[in-house]
């Protein structure tokens, strides 16, 4: 079935570093492609996303490139703050027998120290 | 106001015990979730409703039952709470899919926080 692969937490960088969240999947067809980002004490918001290979979403600094060839999208962002710290999940979208949701990653946790 | 309102946020309950979580949302869509999140597990479903007259099962529906009594409101109940049911829940809505029938995005609750002695 589909799933997404991303990588384990918690990730701890200092504010201004450099951030890269691997995320791949596999999937029957062609999915949407999701970042989500859970802050402390609340629900999950979309962060971006991307609808078909070689887009790229993109949203306050944070951005993904949908690769089709590595069927990952990793999130990246150039100089990461305080407020970045928060719980990032991949997901993807499934649809079947008329049905259709997102399936999401078990979700990184990003630490960013001042 | 919140557009996805869960309640209770909090609740403590003990084995063999029934909890029914509530779900009301003000986006108006017909898509609603059930989701449970645990540590190292991710965000896993539990139940689906795509209208009032549609509740279909996802991965780990097990011990659990829903109601859609309207557009706006899907609860969760818990017939019998066990402790390995104590987790974090979220309901989530969404509009209908966009192209080629995939999902779009999904607008979560704040959480309700389940913990079973």
């Known amino acids: 079935g589909d799933s997404v692969t991303q990588m384990e937490g918690p990730v701890t960088l200092s504010e201004e570093a450099c951030l890269t969240i691997n995320c791949t999947y596999t999937a029957t067809g062609y999915p949407s492609l999701f970042w989500y980002v859970q802050y402390p004490g609340e629900g999950l918001q979309l962060l971006l996303k991307?609808?078909?290979?070689?887009d790229k979403g993109s949203n306050k600094g944070f951005e993904a490139t949908y690769r089709k060839e590595t069927t990952s999208f990793h999130l990246e962002k150039g100089s990461v703050q305080v407020s970045d710290s928060a719980v990032y999940f991949c997901?993807?979208?499934?649809?079947?027998?008329?049905?259709?949701?997102?399936?999401f990653g078990k979700g990184t946790h990003l630490i960013i120290q001042p | 106001d919140a557009d996805v309102t869960q309640t209770p946020r909090n609740r403590i309950t003990k084995t063999g015990k029934r909890i029914m979580l509530e779900c009301s949302q003000t986006?108006?869509?017909?898509?609603m979730y059930w989701y449970r999140q645990d540590p190292g597990l991710g965000l896993r479903l539990i139940y689906y409703s795509f209208d009032v007259k549609d509740i279909n099962k996802g991965e780990i529906s097990d011990g659990y039952s829903v109601s859609r009594q309207a557009q706006a409101k899907f609860s969760l109940s818990l017939e019998s709470a066990i402790p390995n049911q104590t987790a974090l829940y979220f309901c989530a809505t969404s509009p209908p899919a966009g192209g080629q029938g995939r999902a779009g995005e999904l607008f979560f609750g704040e959480g309700s926080r389940l913990t079973v002695l």
């Open positions: 997901a993807l979208s499934w649809a079947r027998g008329g049905a259709d949701g997102l399936t």
């Open positions: 986006k108006g869509h017909d898509r």
């Open positions: 991307a609808t078909k290979a070689d």
